[in-house]
T-cell receptor
Framework: GAVVSQHPSWVICKSGTSVKIECRSL??????MFWYRQFPKQSLMLMAT?????????EQGVEKDKFLINHASLTLSTLTVTSAHPEDSSFYIC????????????????FGEGSRLTVL | RKEVEQDPGPFNVPEGATVAFNCTYS??????FFWYRQDCRKEPKLLMS?????NEDGRFTAQLNRASQYISLLIRDSKLSDSATYLC????????????WGAGTKLIIKP
């Protein structure tokens, strides 16, 4: 099946620093990638939808200047948490929809392994 | 009211037993429904889609009740490896690709 690789899998940083998380589709082209955040014992919350070559669409309440998303190619999207603070500590997961899936959406998004961010 | 609601559990079930979870959704116009499985500290993985007529995949049966706006998942002959959190997922009516996730129901299968 399709593979999405996310890096780093975990990161610890000091408050005020920026952290970049990469999401790569390894064996397919991803026109659309989604970035989620999950706090302990809570549901996945969609942060933004990123489309290759265009600006990301952010969900209500997500600061676009704090969570910078770049989707420069069909196989790579990056999320940069700028000036991270302890409240940004969370599990960040990307997912991708394959270009080859066509019009129909089967519901199968291919997920990266997730990145656990801890801000001290 | 949350858009997708699930009983968080945990459900503690002996191996071999049958267990069922329900999930309710608030948007009557939702079109697509799915069950995902998430192991601890791992990414979610699609378990099965839920079709209007109900569908079965091995030991797993999913059903949809549009009138009452709920989805169910039944697991028969449960295995230790079924221990996980099961996430109910519903599509947003304004996009085929954006999904609303329930917080999940934790299942623990005991030997």
């Amino acid at each position: 099946g399709a593979v999405v690789s996310q890096h780093p899998s975990w990161v610890i940083c000091k408050s005020g620093t920026s952290v970049k998380i990469e999401c790569r589709s390894l064996d397919f082209q991803a026109t659309t990638m989604f970035w989620y955040r999950q706090f302990p014992k809570q549901s996945l919350m969609l942060m933004a939808t990123s489309n290759e070559g265009s600006k990301a669409t952010y969900e209500q309440g997500v600061e676009k200047d704090k969570f910078l998303i770049n989707h420069a190619s069909l196989t790579l999207s990056t999320l940069t948490v700028t000036s991270a603070h302890p409240e940004d500590s969370s599990f960040y997961i990307c997912s991708a929809k394959s270009l080859a899936s066509g019009r129909g959406f089967t519901g199968e998004l291919f997920f990266g392994e997730g990145s656990r961010l801890t801000v001290l | 009211r949350k858009e997708v609601e699930q009983d968080p559990g945990p459900f503690n079930v002996p191996e071999g037993a049958t267990v069922a979870f329900n999930c309710t959704y608030s948007n009557s116009a939702s079109q697509s429904f799915f069950w995902y499985r998430q192991d601890c500290r791992k990414e979610p993985k699609l378990l099965m889609s839920v079709y209007s007529s109900g569908n079965e995949d091995g030991r797993f049966t999913a059903q949809l009740n549009r009138a009452s706006q709920y989805i169910s998942l039944l697991i028969r002959d449960s295995k230790l490896s079924d221990s996980a959190t099961y996430l109910c997922v519903v599509n947003k009516m304004d996009s085929n690709y954006q999904l609303i996730w329930g917080a999940g129901t934790k299942l623990i299968i005991k030997p």
